[in-house]
């Protein structure tokens, strides 16, 4: 079983900036695939950023040059910069991680909040 704890989600004004970060513990055998996800009210949850275990990286268009996912594989947590926010980034922010190995497991975050003022 795989915990992830999230934190660093709050109020900004449009332009301002935030650090999400997300801690996983529990029975982990080494590095897991991870990622951050958001859903607006009313929306589909859509993916934001991905990184591997070998740190290559993904963004969705609305993100690219704006946010940034790395992630510290020895205190097994993952980290999302963002910059230049917008009111269309409010959202609840859920971190993701996934087994590759038996049982193939998807674990979610709790979600934390992200509100962009106007």
């Known amino acids: 079983q795989v915990q992830l704890a999230e934190s660093g989600g709050g109020l900004v004004q449009t332009g301002g900036s935030l650090r999400l970060s997300c801690a996983a513990s529990g029975s982990i055998s080494g590095t897991l695939p991870m990622g951050w996800y958001r859903q607006a009210p009313g929306k589909q949850r859509e993916l934001v950023a991905s990184?591997?275990?070998?740190?290559?990286?993904n963004y969705a268009d609305s993100v690219k040059g704006r946010f940034t996912i790395s992630r510290d594989n020895a205190k097994n947590t993952v980290y999302l910069q963002m910059n230049s926010l917008q009111p269309e980034d409010t959202a609840v922010y859920y971190c993701n991680a996934r087994l590759v190995y038996y049982p193939m497991e998807n674990y979610w975050g709790q979600g934390t909040q992200v509100t962009v003022s106007s």
């Open positions: 990184i591997t275990r070998s740190g290559n990286t």
